[in-house]
């Protein structure tokens, strides 16, 4: 780096400093509570004060001729010294420093100082920073079961103390903000390894963890991926856990890769439940389902363990009324007011309002 005081002096002409600026200067003199220095054409300064106090620790290992750089915060003080900052001129080229690793994208190790729910904490250069959950690498992402807050802070907790090597997300000096990524760092070899599958691909893979929300499978040259628990089974699964466990060798399709994310499905790859169900199932047809679940929207009902059919909250009028009509886990019998197998949808009505209504009912098996 440049020295800022060369900046000062252009073309052998000496101009004056202002506050703010950063300068460079050699110690040549230790008291007990200040420190001076040698500007050169531009004088002598001097750290005291407050400013020398909360420079105390790094100034006590210096000695007579170290250089270093400060910021001018005062032009000249009682006794004719410009007023020098340590630390303010520490953070300030600690930031610019942070400021070029984030233009280049260079990767450096943090050490992690303390964990809380939403990620690790770590100190940059003295300066606070922050890696959240969501960009700690594969490898390292809590894979929780039901996304327990209390055990991803345990999981966390373990980072305490180690570097990881890590690249600058964003930065705010004004605001004092410092956001790291360690998955960033391996972003473009992952997008250059996935040029190599695209949608339709079926893969043999690993579970690597099993969460709420569904599961992570390793795949190829160490990629991971996600199922998603709407893509485990075609019958509804509540918990993934009873589909998929740590470890499980398994073959999946990928069904969607975004720059350095992929998608893949397990019940692509089984025989899909909705291909053949007009063979046994039509429009008008009375139907025995159980209610799975309520939602604001309607109830959904299972008509077999992999077909659910939706019972439209405009069947009943208000969700209140649709509640003291059903409850979840009992089974009851509805028509069927329309069928359509390619979009996977059946809609229904509850049977006891269809007889209200002179509708002629029938039993269908299966």
Request: overall charge negative; glycine content about 8%; hydrophobic content about 35%.
């Amino acid at each position: 780096m440049n020295s800022p005081t060369k900046e000062i002096v252009k073309n052998n002409v000496v101009r004056s400093p202002r506050v703010g600026e950063i300068i460079e200067g050699k110690i040549i003199s230790k008291e007990r509570s200040s420190v001076y220095l040698d500007l050169g054409p531009l004088g002598a300064g001097i750290i005291y004060g407050r400013e020398y106090q909360e420079a105390k620790q790094i100034l006590k290992d210096l000695k007579s001729g170290d250089s270093l750089f400060t910021k001018v915060v005062d032009l000249e003080n009682d006794d004719g010294y410009l007023e020098l900052s340590l630390n303010q001129a520490g953070e300030e080229l600690a930031w610019d420093l942070l400021r070029q690793k984030k233009e280049t994208g260079e990767t450096f190790n943090a050490k992690i100082i303390s964990a809380n729910k939403g990620g690790l904490l770590a100190e940059v250069s003295r300066i606070s920073a922050f890696l959240p959950v969501s960009q700690l690498s594969p490898e390292h992402y809590p894979r929780v079961e039901g996304g327990d807050s209390s055990k991803i802070l345990r999981e966390l907790q373990k980072f305490v103390g180690e570097e990881l090597a890590v690249t600058i997300l964003d930065l705010s000096p004004k605001e004092g903000k410092l956001i790291l990524s360690e998955k960033a760092k391996g972003l473009e070899k992952i997008k250059e390894s996935l040029k190599a599958y695209k949608v339709g691909d079926v893969v043999d893979g690993e579970i690597t963890g099993v969460v709420d929300f569904g599961a992570f499978i390793r795949f190829g040259d160490n990629l991971e991926g996600l199922i998603h628990i709407s893509e485990l089974d075609w019958s509804m699964v509540r918990n993934p856990a009873d589909f998929v466990t740590i470890g499980e060798k398994v073959q999946a399709k990928i069904i969607e890769v975004t720059d350095d994310r992929v998608s893949l499905s397990l019940k692509a790859l089984k025989k899909d439940p909705w291909d053949d169900i007009s063979e046994n199932y039509k429009k008008g047809d009375i139907v025995k389902g159980k209610a799975t679940k309520l939602n604001p929207f309607g109830a959904f009902i299972q008509i077999t363990p992999k077909i659910q059919g939706l019972c439209h909250i405009s069947e009943f009028g208000t969700a209140q009324k649709m509640e003291e009509k059903l409850k979840e886990g009992n089974s009851y019998d509805f028509q069927i007011l329309s069928l359509e197998p390619k979009e996977h949808r059946m809609s229904l009505k509850l049977s006891e309002q269809i007889s209200a209504h002179g509708v002629e009912e029938k039993q269908i098996d299966g």
